[in-house]
């Protein structure tokens, strides 16, 4: 939850997230920035970083290779030696490239070490789907991420939350991945001016109902507040915002749908061992005796992503299929 | 460069302590009273001895799951050390980490890894932090010939050339990747030749010598705690006991394998001190003995450390514990 009344300003994602960034780095020196194309005057592939390097310096706000291991290596032997490293890697789909830094040594060295050493690290990537950029950078991995012990891992859908969760991460001592879905990049919306920290693990209800919980993350969160809205008067839907996959916030669920007996989970990556398999899996052990319908999930097909827009359309979860899931369950 | 008698005897003490606890390892293997996956620095000893001579104990280090050489080398104290290896609680890492993910900050042993090359990368950063924060340290990262085939030797070593890090790279070039010689598996004559693609200095030295490898140590650790950047170098040396203790060397040529033996660099270690009026037969024994205690005491402390409780389990995955 956001703080009760302090100053907003209007942000874009975009624009809250350069602001975090900013803070961050001028709030604690042991903060840098690290990636491809990061610095001015490009200041990122999608200006998310504009300004920074010349603001901050460009030690600190330090450009690399377009190499994904050496640039997550980097961060995880920096944060081990006393540093708080934010990584870019550009695009969801290139965390492939690095896998065995992040998912063998920065997820496994607390443990491994017995607690000697930690890495506390934050990784951005960008997130997209739906923009025609075909099957390797359009894809939605963070069930990946998930199933490795050791990641936190972070789903921002506003503005707010993407400052308030990203200061949160870049403060977390264990390595997280902030995932920062591209069509949510240009929205703007009310930010907290200054200190703004959103914990992870606290899910937001976007919306109240009594019919049926919507449990989601990042760019679906709108898709869902938007067929809530068109069965208003119909069915009464809430919209559940885990913001953070790991951890995340059971309590909220179990609240949620012990009151709406129904829950349907919605989010773009591919249905086959998703979040929503997990989170499903999670409420008939839980709600057994309490549902009053089996936990739909609303996902995209079993399909690589395609390049087409009327391909690529079908295999994304439409609203559509978010009405037709929630009609079912309400039957 | 000639190596003056203490800092020779330094590294004999080294050497000595790491092949006491090999020796002691490999008896409690063949005793049956130990089993683990072993893979033994045995042939190997001379090169972090030589390196470690040349660094501060706050330096960093990264090694490979061949890293009981390195470690020992580098301070990790015996009884913990043997302690991890044995997965029990007063181990390094309180058993959870064991002989192939050994750490031990307090000496600077920062990651022990056992994914080949997975380490390279990592002391960039450690070098990083300690250019961005000025403490001086240098980092070395220890490897083997197999990790020079894999993406992130080649990114680590471009990125370390451009960031003009403080690191040096210690390929412990033994011959074999695993279970295949080295010509099967590359092209270039040596190693070192492959640094000049990223622009950063590479040696070739015989790390078998003491002399030779301390020499090319001394000059890395100094170019990079002047801020001159990184350095490559490829220790030639020799595995004796194949990729893991047990191993039965089949693609091994056995002509080469007995040469190799024959050259073993503890005995040339041994004949180099006294020949050169170092250390005399007496010096050596008293070194020996007293590595082979401490080893024999690490080895009791090991034993006697109680498995780590279940509860350990849930510690240290994440800050805090989940379940």
Same mark, same amino acid.
């Given at each position: 939850m956001t703080t009760a009344t302090v100053d907003t300003v209007e942000l874009t994602m975009g624009a809250a997230i350069n602001a975090a960034l900013d803070e961050a780095l001028a709030a604690d020196p042991a903060v840098f920035l690290l990636g491809e194309d990061i610095m001015d005057p490009a200041g990122g592939v999608m200006q998310v970083t504009k300004g920074l390097s010349t603001k901050h310096g460009r030690d600190r706000v330090r450009e690399t290779p377009i190499s994904e291991q050496a640039i997550i290596g980097a961060a995880i032997g920096a944060a081990m030696a006393g540093l708080r490293p934010v990584p870019e890697i550009m695009i969801m789909d290139f965390l492939a490239v690095c896998a065995d830094q992040l998912v063998n040594h920065a997820a496994k060295l607390r443990f491994m070490s017995g607690g000697r050493t930690n890495v506390p690290l934050t990784i951005r990537c960008l997130h997209t789907g739906g923009f025609q950029m075909g099957a390797q950078h359009s894809q939605t991995l963070e069930a990946w991420l998930c199933h490795v012990p050791g990641?936190?891992?972070v789903f921002p859908s506003t503005p707010a939350d993407a400052k308030g969760l990203l200061t949160a991460c870049i403060?977390?001592?264990?390595?997280?991945?902030?995932?920062?879905? *591209?069509?949510?990049?240009? !929205?703007?919306?009310?930010?907290?001016?200054?200190e703004h920290v959103?914990?992870?693990?606290? !899910?937001?209800v976007k919306r109240a109902g009594s019919d049926v919980t919507l449990i989601t993350y990042g760019r679906q969160v709108h898709d869902c507040l938007g067929v809530a809205a068109a069965l208003e008067g119909e069915i009464d839907v809430e919209v559940l915002d885990l913001r953070s996959l790991v951890p995340?916030?059971?309590? *909220?669920?179990?609240?949620?749908? /012990?009151?709406?007996r129904r829950a349907v989970v919605v989010h773009q990556a591919v249905r086959r061992c998703g979040v929503g398999a997990e989170i499903a899996a999670f409420l008939s052990e839980e709600l057994w005796g309490t549902l009053a319908a089996p936990v739909l999930r609303v996902a995209a097909k079993e399909t690589p992503v395609p390049y087409a827009k009327e391909l690529e359309d079908f295999h994304l979860p439409s609203a559509a299929d978010i009405t037709e899931a929630v009609r079912t369950v309400t039957k | 460069m000639t190596v003056d008698t203490a800092t020779l005897l330094r590294m004999y003490r080294t050497v000595s302590r790491i092949h006491a606890c090999d020796e002691r390892l490999r008896g409690l293997l063949n005793q049956g009273k130990i089993f683990i996956f072993y893979y033994s620095p045995r042939g190997q000893e001379i090169i972090p001895a030589a390196v470690s001579a040349c660094l501060e104990s706050d330096d960093y280090v990264v090694t490979t799951y061949r890293g009981l050489h390195d470690e020992i080398a580098k301070g990790t104290p015996l009884r913990p050390l043997m302690a991890e290896i044995l997965g029990r609680s007063d181990g390094t890492c309180r058993g959870k980490g064991g002989p192939m993910h050994i750490s031990d900050p307090g000496s600077g042993v920062m990651v022990t890894t056992g994914i080949v090359g997975g380490g390279i990368p990592i002391a960039n950063g450690l070098g990083l932090a300690s250019s961005l924060q000025g403490d001086g340290r240098v980092t070395v990262a220890y490897f083997g010939d197999g990790a020079a085939n894999i993406g992130g030797f080649h990114e680590a070593l471009n990125l !370390?050339?451009?960031? @003009?890090l403080p690191v040096v790279f210690v390929c412990q070039n033994n011959r074999y990747g695993e279970f295949t010689p080295l010509h099967e598996t590359?092209?270039? &004559?040596?190693? /070192? *030749?492959? $640094? $000049?693609?990223?622009?950063?200095?590479?040696?070739?030295?015989?790390? @078998?010598?003491p002399v030779a490898m301390y020499s090319a140590a001394a000059e890395a650790v100094a170019r990079a705690r002047a801020g001159e950047g990184p350095t490559f170098i490829e220790a030639m040396t020799y595995r004796f006991m194949g990729h893991f203790y047990g191993d039965q060397m089949p693609y091994m040529d056995q002509a080469e394998y007995q040469a190799a033996l024959a050259a073993d660099p503890l005995p040339r270690f041994r004949a180099l001190l006294i020949e050169g009026g170092h250390a005399s037969e007496e010096d050596l024994a008293s070194i020996e003995k007293e590595a082979g205690a401490?080893?024999?005491? $690490?080895?009791?402390? $090991?034993?006697?450390?109680?498995?780590?409780?279940?509860? &350990?389990?849930? *510690?240290?995955?994440?800050?805090?514990?989940?379940?």
């Open positions: 990641i936190n891992v403060r977390n001592d264990d390595p997280c991945v902030f995932v920062e879905p *591209a069509a949510l990049y240009g !929205a703007a919306g009310p930010v907290p001016v200054g959103v914990p992870l693990g606290q !899910a937001d995340w916030d059971a309590a *909220a669920m179990i609240t949620s749908v /012990s009151k709406t | !370390a050339a451009v960031w @003009n590359q092209r270039v &004559e040596q190693l /070192s *030749a492959r $640094a $000049a693609g990223y622009g950063l200095p590479g040696v070739t030295v015989d790390g @078998n010598d401490e080893a024999d005491d $690490a080895v009791e402390f $090991a034993f006697a450390s109680p498995p780590p409780d279940p509860s &350990e389990l849930f *510690a240290d995955v994440y800050a805090e514990v989940r379940q």
